[in-house]
């Protein structure tokens, strides 16, 4: 896809400091550390300095690397302080609203397109893992390998319909389709195959009209897609891509939330 607002590689400088015995589990620790940090690097309130620095640092900002731990301990008393969650911890995030949704609870491994089939599939000696507490990398090799199975399993669907005779999509590539008819296929299949707001009068109609497994099977392509272009974003760093961050963030918090 094409980058937007990409961040452009730049070198900058890393100035080595002094060690600190500080301990950073703890809320005090934390504080001390990023006030130890402002000190070494002659970071100072200009109120309380005489003579005035030279550099008014009151028009700029100072950005810390922390975990979502450290950023809850400066908050509780650093009240100044805006802590933004790093991008990495967001994946992270997407990954577990992933798992919660689809695999924590055993109902939701009984759908015949459940995920955790795809997990007796592509890991058939570790589905207890999966079930209980497989941990992110695990959660992000499964997004990323089930997530293609299911999307080129959408293109294999479709394409049948259009030609009966293209059995599988092997045949499909070998009738060196135009361009412009892949384009019109994805469009078919992102409207068909993924969940948009007709999701919502789905589940409203009565139970022996609503086919819970297809419904179930977009929700997870919806989030699957969310998650690869977040991680597209995130790899390239086009920060205004991925229908910006932000509409990769909110579904995934809000399923995080959910479960």
Same mark, same amino acid.
């Given at each position: 896809?094409e %980058?937007?607002?990409?961040?452009p590689?730049?070198?900058?400088?890393?100035?080595?400091?002094?060690?600190?015995?500080i301990? +950073?589990?703890?809320?005090?620790?934390?504080?001390?550390?990023?006030l130890?940090?402002?000190?070494?690097?002659?970071i100072?309130?200009?109120?309380?300095?005489?003579?005035?620095?030279?550099?008014?640092?009151? /028009?700029y900002?100072?950005?810390?690397?922390?975990d979502?731990?450290?950023?809850?301990?400066?908050?509780?008393?650093?009240?100044?302080?805006?802590?933004?969650?790093?991008?990495?911890?967001?994946?992270? $995030?997407?990954?577990?609203?992933?798992?919660?949704?689809?695999?924590q609870? %055993?109902?939701?491994?009984?759908? /015949?397109?459940?995920?955790?089939?795809?997990?007796?599939?592509?890991?058939?000696?570790?589905?207890g893992?999966?079930? %209980?507490?497989?941990?992110f990398h695990?959660?992000?090799?499964?997004?990323?390998?089930?997530g293609?199975c299911?999307?080129?399993?959408?293109w294999?669907?479709? $394409?049948?319909?259009?030609?009966?005779s293209?059995?599988?999509?092997? @045949?499909f590539?070998? %009738? /060196?389709?135009?361009f412009?008819?892949?384009l019109?296929?994805?469009?078919?299949? @992102?409207?068909?195959y993924?969940?948009?707001?007709?999701?919502?009068?789905?589940?409203?109609? +009565?139970?022996?009209?609503?086919?819970?497994?297809?419904? +179930?099977?977009?929700?997870?392509?919806?989030?699957?897609?969310?998650?690869? /272009?977040?991680?597209f974003?995130?790899?390239?760093?086009?920060?205004?891509?991925?229908g910006?961050?932000?509409?990769?963030?909110?579904?995934?918090?809000q399923?995080?939330?959910?479960?």
């Amino acid at each position: 896809p094409e %980058s937007v607002e990409i961040i452009p590689s730049t070198k900058t400088p890393i100035l080595a400091l002094r060690a600190m015995d500080i301990s +950073n589990s703890t809320v005090s620790g934390n504080i001390n550390s990023v006030l130890e940090l402002l000190k070494q690097g002659n970071i100072k309130d200009p109120a309380e300095c005489d003579p005035p620095p030279a550099l008014d640092v009151l /028009e700029y900002i100072t950005l810390f690397q922390g975990d979502l731990g450290t950023g809850k301990c400066l908050q509780a008393a650093l009240q100044h302080i805006i802590f933004v969650p790093g991008l990495f911890h967001l994946k992270m $995030v997407s990954a577990d609203a992933i798992w919660r949704t689809f695999l924590q609870h %055993s109902s939701a491994r009984v759908d /015949e397109n459940a995920l955790m089939r795809d997990v007796g599939i592509l890991q058939p000696k570790e589905t207890g893992i999966y079930g %209980s507490k497989p941990g992110f990398h695990r959660m992000h090799q499964l997004i990323t390998y089930s997530g293609i199975c299911r999307h080129l399993d959408c293109w294999r669907v479709e $394409v049948k319909k259009g030609v009966p005779s293209h059995m599988d999509l092997d @045949a499909f590539a070998a %009738s /060196e389709p135009l361009f412009d008819d892949l384009l019109a296929t994805a469009d078919v299949i @992102a409207k068909g195959y993924v969940a948009d707001h007709r999701l919502q009068r789905m589940r409203s109609k +009565n139970v022996t009209q609503r086919d819970g497994e297809y419904e +179930n099977a977009l929700l997870l392509n919806k989030y699957m897609l969310l998650y690869e /272009e977040l991680s597209f974003a995130m790899n390239t760093g086009d920060v205004g891509g991925g229908g910006n961050l932000h509409c990769c963030m909110d579904p995934h918090i809000q399923g995080n939330q959910e479960a």
